[in-house]
């Protein structure tokens, strides 16, 4: 149950994260929160493996702000790597050598 309840959250870290940080409109709508998702996931399940018990406080503080924090990383470089491509990809299709007639 405890595992829901994160990955709830991760989502929701995964929505903030999404609508915060700017160049939104170079991904999907779900792509952030699905990071978040899976982060939190990730991080839960690799504490409870390291021994963390699931009614601890740490285990909860580890996988939200880790996720929290891959979601504040990585949304950002997304957005500018989608942009650097689609330039990138505009020049291309513009140049003299891209058209032929």
Not at 22 to 37: C, I, S, Y
Not at 72 to 90: F, M, Q
């Amino acid at each position: 149950m405890e595992l829901l309840f994160v990955t709830l959250g991760g989502i929701i870290l995964g929505l903030l994260g999404r609508y915060l940080f700017p160049l939104r409109d170079t991904h999907g709508v779900l792509l952030v929160p699905a990071l978040g998702a899976a982060s939190a996931a990730i991080l839960w399940e690799a504490m409870t493996w390291l021994g963390l018990p699931y009614n601890g406080g740490w285990i909860w503080v580890i996988a939200l702000g880790g996720t929290a924090l891959i979601v504040a990383l990585v949304t950002p470089s997304l957005g500018r790597a989608r942009r650097t491509r689609d330039r990138a990809e505009l020049s291309a299709l513009l140049s003299p050598s891209a058209r032929t007639n």
